[in-house]
C-alpha cells in the first residue's frame, strides 16, 4: 500500500501515527508530494478527485480518501483495537470529529495566511476559525480529559495531532492558557515515540 503524504499535514499525521502505533509502518510506503490548494499534484488528483490528502492506494481495491476512512480501513485490516466498539465507541468518534474539525479550521487560518496576498486576507476570517479552535480546545479541557487519560483509542492520536498542528502553525496564539488539564494530557501524550516520529518540519 501506499499513503499520498505530505509531513506538514496533520490528516496525514493521524494516519501514520496510527501506523506506528500498531507498529505496522513497513507495510504503508510513503509518497511525499507538494500540493496545495491552488496546485494539485497531478498524480494525487489521478488517485483522488478531490486532489486531498491522505489518500491510501491499495493494490486490492479503490484507492481511500479522507484521513477517518483511512484510519478505520487499517485500524480494521491490523485489528488494531483504537476504536472501541463497547460504550466508548461513540466518544472516541466524537472526539475524532472534533480533532477534524480543529484541524479543518487550523488548517484554513494557514492557508489564509500562506496562500493569499495580504492585502486579501480576511482578518475576520481567520478570526472566525480560531474561535472555532479555541471553544473546541476549552471543551477538551473541560469535559474530555477522563476519555483522553484512558486506554489508547484513535480519538486521543486525532486530538494530539490537532494539538500538535496548533503548535506548529499557530503557536503565538497559546492554547494552553487557561486548559492546564489539556495541557499536562498533552505533554505526556506528545511524548510518545509514535509523535516523536511523526513531528512536522520546522515551519
Given amino acids: 500500500m501506499r499513503l499520498f503524504h505530505s509531513p506538514a499535514s496533520p490528516f496525514v499525521r493521524k ?31 489521478a ?6 490528502i491522505p489518500a491510501l492506494v491499495r493494490p486490492d481495491g479503490i484507492t481511500l480518501y479522507d ?3 483511512i484510519c478505520q480501513y487499517l485500524n480494521d485490516r491490523f485489528q488494531g483495537g483504537l476504536y472501541p466498539q463497547d460504550t466508548r465507541k461513540w466518544e ?24 493569499r496576498p495580504q492585502e486579501q486576507q480576511s482578518q475576520d476570517w481567520i478570526e472566525a476559525q480560531w ?4 471553544r473546541a480546545i476549552g471543551s477538551l479541557n473541560e469535559r474530555w480529559i477522563s476519555h483522553l487519560s484512558g486506554p489508547l483509542d484513535m480519538g486521543q492520536i486525532g486530538i494530539a495531532c490537532a494539538l500538535g498542528y ?8 497559546n492554547w494552553r492558557d ?10 505526556e501524550f506528545d511524548s510518545r515515540p ?10
Fill in 15 to 45: 494516519v501514520v501515527v496510527l501506523l506506528h502505533e500498531l507498529d505496522k509502518t513497513g507495510e504503508v510506503a510513503l509518497d511525499l508530494i507538494q500540493t496545495t490548494a491552488f496546485a494539485s499534484d497531478a498524480a494525487l488528483m
Fill in 47 to 52: 488517485s483522488n478527485p478531490l486532489a486531498k
Fill in 67 to 69: 484521513s477517518r476512512v
Fill in 92 to 115: 472516541t468518534l466524537t472526539l475524532e470529529a472534533t480533532a477534524d474539525g480543529i484541524m479543518d479550521s487550523a488548517v484554513s487560518m494557514a492557508y489564509e495566511v500562506r496562500l
Fill in 131 to 134: 474561535a472555532k479552535v479555541s
Fill in 166 to 173: 496548533v503548535d506548529f502553525r499557530h503557536g503565538a496564539r
Fill in 178 to 187: 487557561g486548559n492546564d488539564a489539556l495541557a499536562k494530557w498533552y505533554a
Fill in 194 to 203: 509514535s509523535m516523536q516520529a511523526t513531528r512536522p518540519p520546522a515551519a
